[in-house]
């Protein structure tokens, strides 16, 4: 159990007993502060050792039983305290004799008392008894009876929940700072944490205005057992406005020392930020050139009184390749590989060739699908250099050629791809590109043509806690494609907008509501003119659950008419407009295990407006078990409307949330 504790519950104690430091107690005598526990790990070499072994690298091995009691339990704290204590954490691991036992026993009173002050109780009283005897009453060389476990009984009286009470912060040239942006108003929660964490913001967003060398000259926190309430005072010097100057590299081999200052981005004679100098970091670490990235503020001014920046690179391998395998009971075998160049030029270019075939020795997509001829492939080159309008810009260009067999169609293509991502701020991004593609599509009507040319373009907000596992916030993401389809000289505009939202009913994000809605259309041609592969589907892993790829829409006929192709009967025919919509219940039940209930809806219309009495739904159920990468997904999903192409369920797997 300590492993699982220590590295996040450590953060929090360490800032616990920063402020319990500067604590000056009224009317009542403040507990010892704690030191932190040194952190601890499983070995996986003994996991199957027995419980009882004892550790030959300790000396004087002793057990010990512990059991913590709070009296009364107000607002869980039993829990928390009982995480908070190494002695309950550490229950089945031996100390080194009697000695070390009270050591452990007076170091978790510490952690104790902190874990109540970061929950704004001052006037606790933590009672620890080794072998029926009080630790704070025992020498330091006191000896219990070790020839059997030992006795350890923790009691602790919380006592009551503190308030914020007055709060005055002064800076020098600056005045009085306004405290009610962080929350530190008077009534407030008065927690340990909550008042360091609002002080680390001040100091953060001065630094932010430029003054690199803000400190804390003072801080007062005084706890009132009369009055319940804690008076907070600060004192700050934010020193001086300074601009940024000179950017120097190091560790550079092949990259260019230039270019790696070019995109950190920092202009000389801007104003210093903390956020500067994190967004260079990131801009650096982006590049997938760098193994480590490490930008800096120099300590000092120089000459001219600007601030240097110093950044420290160690470059990654230049050449990277794998490959992959899969093979399924009915779709086959696939493999794909892949090799990329990361450091074309010295400038970051990368360039990766890929390869993937699917589908080897597979005669139909499913037990309720079309015919299958010969297997899947795809090859593609795509090259990207970065810094081309800016640091936050990239080129990406690509050559692409495959031959798929989805549901509702058979297709050939070559494209050619000249575009740019740009990165307008931390949430935001936006890419342009220019695309030509040549294909040729078979389906039920028969085998046709197509020379297209398009300009796609993206714009999206992503205002998610995080990527792969959100639990707050929301996305936004809006694509136009118009197209010219040089052949017939059809004109058409394809465009789809998708919002997903997630809300936490928790702090720590273990029941989230998850939603997701989506609606596309395309304008300027009839559902005939439309190259198959361009209009609307739905139905798959990452659209509808429960459903087949492509399988919800408006279908071919059920039998094959003269001039028809057999082999696309009562398949999809797609659609010039789509709707989708998900919900999800996440439920963590243990740290690393999630639940979730689901439920998907769309429909696929032939006009603008999608067919909402064709409304299809599928639900079901998955697991996700949570890693440090993302979650790994399992979903189990019904189609409640089944179509001809549908099984009677589908069964999805993947990292990351399905939205």
């Not at 934010?238 to 920092?266: D, H, K, L």
């Amino acid at each position: 159990m300590a492993q699982t504790l220590t590295a996040s519950w450590l953060r929090t104690t360490c800032a616990a007993l920063l402020l319990a430091s500067a604590v000056t107690p009224v009317g009542a005598q403040a507990p010892t502060r704690p030191a932190a526990s040194p952190l601890r790990f499983l070995d996986p070499f003994n996991l199957f050792t027995s419980p009882e072994a004892e550790d030959p690298g300790i000396p004087d091995p002793v057990r010990y039983e512990a059991t913590l009691t709070v009296m009364p339990d107000e607002s869980g704290l039993q829990k928390t305290l009982e995480r908070a204590s190494s002695l309950i954490a550490d229950e089945k691991e031996p100390v080194s004799g009697s000695l070390g036992l009270l050591a452990k026993a007076r170091t978790d009173r510490r952690r104790i008392v902190a874990a109540l002050y970061e929950n704004a109780r001052y006037d606790g009283l933590v009672t620890i008894r080794v072998d029926g005897r009080d630790i704070a009453t025992l020498e330091p060389d006191a000896t219990f009876d070790t020839s059997r476990t030992v006795p350890v009984e923790i009691t602790v009286d919380p006592g009551p929940l503190f308030t914020i009470g007055t709060v005055t912060v002064e800076a020098d040239d600056r005045g009085p700072i306004d405290t009610a942006p962080y929350e530190l108003t008077p009534g407030s929660n008065a927690g340990s944490v909550r008042i360091l964490a609002a002080e680390g913001r001040i100091l953060t967003d001065l630094r932010d205005q430029g003054r690199p060398f803000v400190a804390l000259t003072r801080r007062e926190v005084v706890a009132d057992s009369a009055t319940r309430r804690i008076d907070v005072a600060l004192r700050i010097s934010p020193g001086g406005v300074v601009p940024f100057g000179q950017t120097y590299v190091e560790g550079t081999s092949r990259m260019n020392p230039g270019f790696v200052a070019y995109m950190a981005g920092i202009q000389p004679g801007e104003t210093y930020s903390v956020a500067a100098i994190e967004k260079a970091r990131k801009r650096l670490v982006g590049l997938n050139v760098f193994s480590t990235a490490n930008v800096k503020a120099s300590d000092a001014q120089a000459d001219d009184g600007t601030l240097p920046v110093q950044v420290v690179v160690a470059e990654r391998k230049r050449f990277v390749f794998g490959a992959g395998a899969t093979f399924s009971n009915t779709e086959g075998a696939g493999a794909n590989a892949y090799w990329e160049d990361r450091n074309v030029f010295g400038r970051a270019e990368s360039l990766r060739i890929e390869g993937k075939v699917a589908r080897i020795g597979a005669e139909t997509l499913s037990d309720n699908s079309r015919p299958l001829d010969g297997f899947d492939y795809s090859a593609s080159a795509t090259f990207r250099k970065p810094g081309v309008l800016g640091p936050d810009s990239v080129y990406v260009g690509s050559l692409i050629g495959l031959r798929e067999q989805p549901l509702a169609y058979d297709r050939t293509s070559v494209a050619l791809t000249n575009g740019v991502e740009y990165q307008i701020d931390d949430r935001q991004k936006a890419t342009l590109g220019i695309r030509a593609e040549y294909e040729t599509v078979r389906d039920y009507f028969g085998e046709n043509e197509f020379l297209i040319a398009s300009v796609p373009g993206t714009y999206t907000y992503d205002g998610r806690d995080n990527e792969l596992n959100p639990t707050r916030g929301f996305l936004a993401k809006l694509s136009a494609e118009p197209s010219y389809e040089i052949e017939n000289g059809t004109f058409f505009a394809k465009a789809r907008g998708d919002v997903s939202a997630y809300l936490s009913f928790d702090d720590e994000g273990r029941f989230v509501a998850a939603g997701r809605v989506g609606y596309g259309a395309i304008v300027g041609a009839d559902l005939a003119e439309i190259p198959n592969d361009r209009r609307f589907y739905a139905g798959g892993g990452g659209s509808m659950r429960g459903y087949a790829f492509q399988s919800i829409g408006p279908y071919t006929p059920p039998i094959a008419f003269p001039g028809t192709n057999p082999n696309f009967v009562d398949t999809p025919i797609g659609g010039l407009s789509v709707f989708e919509a998900s919900a999800e219940l996440r439920f963590r039940i243990t740290e690393n295990i999630q639940i979730v209930p689901f439920v998907d809806g769309g429909t696929v219309g032939t006009d603008l407006a999608p067919d909402f009495g064709e409304f299809k739904l599928g639900a079901g159920v998955g697991a996700r078990y949570i890693t440090s990468f993302g979650p790994i997904r399992v979903d189990v999903a019904l189609p409640l409307d089944p179509g001809p192409r549908d099984s009677s369920f589908q069964i999805y797997a993947g990292i990351g949330q399905a939205f």
